[in-house]
């Protein structure tokens, strides 16, 4: 598709109705984001890796098309964002929001399983927006919005392969932020707590097998804890989801937006926590420069 295309094809979507792009939509979050754009009067391009399995998940609607999208195949990314420039001519919002979660202590992770992660939750946003932008680009205009979580804010124990790739995708969205908005484009990352999606479910996660004598009572005790969760967790995705309506309104749309009260206390204790790292050593930290006096 060249930039030519996408320009000549953008106004076949009425003004006012945006048309959102958001993977991962057969269950979840993604199905939730899906539905309140639809009811607020959006187009929806919804994506996953078994398109039928997303209709059914989201409901009929003359404005929406699900289109297959494994996010880890940049060929399957390019496809999706040329059926949805065909049929809706334009793309206003993309949601990056398709992931899964590899659970486990690093040294029980294996390569694989580590590797797997990566390509998913931070290679796969990338896919995506890389497909994506030459659309963006010559419209001059669009919200790129990746789902990352508080792990991409805290790393914590059990999330060395989840938040080594949300951390990749902060870091990858945020300098992204400058490099597009010449063009008209924005970005936004949104770190949920705990909401009560499917991703603490068995289709989203896999614990890594205890192997390691050393580690065998936390291992039980913390899959056990996890796993204990699931259905529990406090965040209403639905409400999340019409925030991200509310919030794609905006002329400047938040850089980063926490999600949930437990979201809001982390970026309080993390900041608090940075100052104080700054503050330990802060005349041995700011006396490492030359001295070419």
Do not use: C
Not at 9 to 20: C, L
Not at 77 to 99: H, S, Y
């Amino acid at each position: 598709m060249t930039e030519q295309q996408t320009t000549t094809e953008q106004n076949e979507t009425p003004a006012g109705k945006k048309v959102w792009f958001i993977t991962g939509a057969g269950r979840g979050m993604g199905t939730d984001i899906a539905k309140a754009a639809l009811a607020a009067g959006h187009a929806v391009v919804a994506t996953g890796r078994n398109p039928e399995r997303v209709s059914q998940a989201i409901g009929p609607s003359k404005d929406l098309l699900a289109v297959k999208l494994d996010v880890t195949d940049p060929a399957d990314a390019t496809a999706a964002i040329v059926a949805a420039v065909e049929r809706f001519g334009r793309i206003d919002v993309l949601v990056n929001n398709a992931g899964n979660f590899y659970a486990g202590f690093f040294e029980e992770i294996s390569p694989e399983d580590f590797r797997t992660q990566i390509e998913t939750t931070m290679f796969g946003p990338m896919n995506v927006t890389r497909a994506a932008l030459p659309v963006l680009r010559a419209q001059r205009s669009g919200l790129l919005v990746t789902i990352s979580s508080t792990a991409g804010i805290a790393g914590g124990e059990f999330l060395t392969a989840y938040a080594a790739s949300k951390f990749g995708v902060e870091g990858w969205a945020e300098s992204l932020a400058p490099e597009v908005a010449p063009f008209g484009i924005r970005t936004m990352i949104v770190e949920p707590g705990f909401f009560r999606t499917e991703l603490l479910t068995p289709e989203s996660t896999q614990y890594a097998e205890s192997t390691i004598e050393d580690y065998a009572e936390r291992n039980e005790q913390t899959v056990a804890a996890w796993q204990s969760m699931n259905g529990l967790q406090g965040g209403d995705p639905a409400r999340l989801a019409n925030a991200l309506i509310e919030l794609a309104e905006l002329d400047e749309p938040p850089l980063r937006f926490a999600a949930g009260a437990d979201a809001v206390g982390l970026f309080d204790t993390r900041a608090k926590a940075l100052q104080a790292q700054a503050d330990a050593h802060r005349e041995l930290s700011s006396n490492l420069a030359h001295d070419d006096a």
